[in-house]
């Protein structure tokens, strides 16, 4: 290798978030910095909460905090919980875990429902749970939609379906930090009390908001919640939102570019959207199966649409393999987090990507494999373009 500092061309961020950034948003962003407090802003800013809601399928606000994802994970369970509330989760892989982390530091009680992160949410466990839960102890069941370590998603409408089974009053939240613009998410029709969400994955902005949708139910429960909420009181938001402001300095920029990263999705129409990102996963797991490798998801209905975790071969680091693929090819794929680094690597397929990228990400990815002597058989490239160039393969309506 040479030792010149500039690449050429676009850097392949294949990673699950943040994602490439399209250049109309771009463009939207690179705006002179307007008055929060001014006319121009309170424009903007009811534009953007109203439009917020299309993507959430939801009539009930949505709050955006200038955040990462983490921060309305907390203004979730801090504004509607007590110190000592049990609350239902589902160890679905490391973001399920940090969550989980998040709620013991918070003084509440995690019920862990133990999982080998090989799949999504065990709708009958949770259901197990919820029925041998008499006195109704559990205040919340929290799922994490995507779980972006394993590439396992989990059925929410489902989840949804056991607490209306067993009549269990518990609050429903879920996150949906990188499924929102990638798969269907309904927070109004699927009964969700508290959808959590960011900017930097599906929505195709850079990191910097979190969004929150609320529903009426998880409303009333803030007003007796006892944790303690400052920066993330719900209540200070929806009261400033309600005239188009924020109570304290938004992030301005980033609400120019989600002015036209919603415009964007409507554009392509959301269940084009939906269909792009299951062929794009379709065609990342037939290359992945043609190289004799496996994915971490070791259930069919559970794949994700968003990204895909690939299992290195035993005796090989996945984090060598990825350095190889970085330092050769300029291309980021995804690192394994908690109880999988090192044994896999993932392959993001979210966002403003489409399928000549994906070519080209699984072309780098067959390359590095070589290059970094893990075993595999060649021609994954070639079973994905197979795929993407069936007749009709293309359209969205083959894929949906
Ligand atoms: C990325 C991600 C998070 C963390 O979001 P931050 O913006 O880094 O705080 C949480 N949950 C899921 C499912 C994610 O993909």
Known sequence: ??????????????????????????????????????????????????????????????????????????????????????????????????????????????????????SGADVNLIEQHLKADKKHAIKAVCIVHNETATGCRSHIDQVRQALDATGHPALLMVDTISSLGVMDLRHDDWGIDVTISGSQKGLMLPPGLSFTAISEKARAASKTAKLARAYWNWDDMLSNNASGFFPYTPATGLLYGLDVAIDMLHEEGLDNVFARHERLAEATRRAVAAWGLEVLCAKAADYSPAVTAVLMPDGHNADQFRKVALERFDMSLGTGLGKVAGKVFRIGHLGDTNELTIAGALAGVEMALGLAGVPHRKGGVDAAMAYFAQPGGGSAAQAA
């Open 1 to 118: 290798m040479s030792n010149a500092s500039r690449r050429p061309g676009r850097h392949f961020l294949q990673i699950p978030g943040p994602t490439p950034v399209p250049d109309r948003v771009q463009r939207a962003m690179a705006q002179p910095i307007l008055d929060h407090r001014g006319p121009e802003f309170q424009k903007l800013a009811e534009r953007v909460l109203a439009k917020s809601q299309s993507i959430f399928k939801t009539k009930q606000p949505v709050i955006i905090f200038p955040s990462s994802g983490t921060g309305a994970w907390e203004a979730a369970l801090t504004n509607t919980l007590s110190t000592g509330d049990t609350v239902l989760m589902v160890e679905t892989g490391q973001f399920a875990t940090l969550w989980k982390n998040m709620a013991v530091r918070l003084g509440l009680v995690p019920e862990f429902i133990a999982s080998d992160w090989r």
